[in-house]
């Protein structure tokens, strides 16, 4: 029987399922609707639509560490709720998709989701996410990925069993550069640092944040006139630079240091970081907030 397109639009928004997946199940039942929907919810793949407009807030982050420490990957897969994030199930599916971040060296989520995927090459990492999905019982999203090569060193620090997992680039190679690239990350994780120096602060952003600092002073101190509060402010946006650049971070384990010297004086150099990421879990995501008691009460009423 002929797949028309109207049959395919009909099954896509009777289940929520992809277009793509739609017209293969229907060549699949030879264009019975009906028996499409069942083999669809068989598969997952309604299921898996039906939860993908709920917020996944949730999650955890994971990274892949090369062999020879000389590249690194980070991946953040998100959930609905924190108990999924502990599950194992979920666990493994998020350090696979890192390692396979890793190997592949892709930088973008969708390119990601068409690769092949570990130990099934005739799934794609997107058909298998499908399946967590209808598996677990809850919408799960990559939602970023990111990865470094270097001559260097690759380190890396996870916190809160991945709540937050941070990166760190080390121009330098050997037991003494793997230590310190630990710590710096350490660091990076517990500061969170925007930059990695004041060198990486535009002159856009540095006026943005003098304009701010010199309102705020103005409401603070009305009848000082304008050339003496410029001369408070410049107190100010040094120390609110050196919050967030990391090498000019108080080094958290020794607080009479600054990264940068605690950097020079184990590996003869400041200049010895050259870049670094940081993934928390949910940053930016707005969450919906949710009495879970009344979340309870309400699916037993139901």
Known sequence: MAITAGMVKEL????GAGMLDCKNILNEVDGDIERAIEVLREKGLAKAAKKAGRVAAEGLVKEAVSAD??????VEVNSETDFVAKNDTFITFVEQVAQIVLDNKVEDVEALKALPWVDDKSKTVSDVLTEKIAVIGENLTIRRIANVTTDGTMAAYTHGGGKIVSLVEVDAQGDKAKEVGKNIAMQIAAANPEYLSMDQVSEESKAKEREILMTQAKNENPDKPDNIIEKMIIG???????????????????????????????????????????????????????????????????
């Open 12 to 15: 896509r928004e009777r289940t």
């Open 69 to 74: 420490g000389k590249s690194a990957a980070i």
């Open 236 to 302: 100010r946006l040094n120390k609110q630079l050196k919050e967030i650049c990391l090498l000019e971070q108080e080094y958290v384990k020794d607080p009479d240091l600054t990264v940068a010297k605690y950097v020079k004086a184990e590996l003869g150099s400041d200049k010895a970081i050259k870049s670094f990421i940081r993934f928390e879990t949910g940053e930016g995501i707005e969450k919906k907030e949710e009495n879970f008691a009344e979340e309870v009460a309400k699916q037993l009423q139901g």
